[in-house]
């Protein structure tokens, strides 16, 4: 069974600094997809990035990018230049055969003005 | 993006009633959809899969008659909680895949007094 782990229960970041949010899983499965979604006090749940397994480069999307560490089974998110508008919960995830996402405990970030 | 509407937002029963949520999927057709519940401050738990046209598979511990799923079309599962206690008052999150992509409702907040 595939398991995610998110070690950091809360961050906090001062505005415009970066921060990592650490995310690790465990699988025998060699192709899956990992996400991080955001979810603000909306209860939203916003994809913020994604990556295939399958793709040694790290994804980005602006100011979201990831370190995929696909043998260490690692996959950590970066935002940098926080806004206070990224205060939110964040959720790592897995998905293997378009059928069967996990999800992390989440970790609440807070960003401070 | 694909949009995915849940309904109603916010419903208030009376313990031992049943309550009906919709979850839609409005530009795009879904076979498969996913239910989701979440307590405060913490993880999504999948509660099942829903398959239009078939049995929703549900998870382990989750009781599939008091948590009926119905995918009656490609657009619409409702997932029905019957004889509602306290201990169900949560907040449930529907979403549907789409290539390898989870989008999800904007989720319902059940209590039940």
């Known amino acids: 069974a595939q398991t995610v782990t998110q070690s950091q229960p809360e961050m906090s970041v001062q505005e415009a600094e970066t921060v990592t949010l650490s995310c690790t899983y465990d699988?025998?499965?060699?192709?899956?997809?990992l996400f991080w979604y955001k979810q603000p006090p909306s209860r939203q749940m916003i994809l913020v990035i994604r990556?295939?397994?399958?793709?040694?480069q790290n994804a980005t999307e602006n100011r979201f990018s990831v370190n995929f560490q696909k043998a260490a089974k690692s996959f950590s998110l970066k935002i940098s230049d926080s806004q206070l508008g990224d205060t939110a919960m964040y959720f790592c995830?897995?998905?293997?055969?378009?059928?069967?996402?996990?999800f992390g405990a989440g970790t609440r970030l807070t960003v401070k003005p | 993006g694909a949009v995915v509407s849940q309904h109603p937002s916010r419903v208030i029963c009376k313990s031992g009633t049943s309550v009906k949520i919709e979850c839609r999927s409005l530009?795009?057709?879904?076979?498969?959809m996913f239910w989701y519940r979440q307590f405060p401050k913490q993880s999504l738990m999948l509660m099942a899969t829903?398959?239009?046209?078939?049995?929703?598979?549900?998870e382990q511990g989750v009781e599939k008659d008091k948590f009926l799923i119905n995918h009656a079309s490609l657009t619409l599962s409702t997932l029905t909680v019957t004889s509602a206690h306290p201990e169900d008052s949560s907040f449930y999150i529907c979403?549907?895949?789409?290539?390898?992509?989870?989008?999800f409702g904007p989720g319902t907040r059940l209590t039940v007094t």
């Open positions: 995830a897995f998905l293997y055969n378009n059928n069967d996402m996990r």
């Open positions: 990556q295939e397994a399958y793709k040694q």
């Open positions: 829903s398959n239009e046209g078939s049995k929703a598979t549900y």
């Open positions: 530009d795009f057709q879904a076979t498969t």
């Open positions: 699988t025998s499965e060699n192709n899956y997809y």
């Open positions: 979403s549907a895949m789409v290539d390898y992509e989870q989008y």
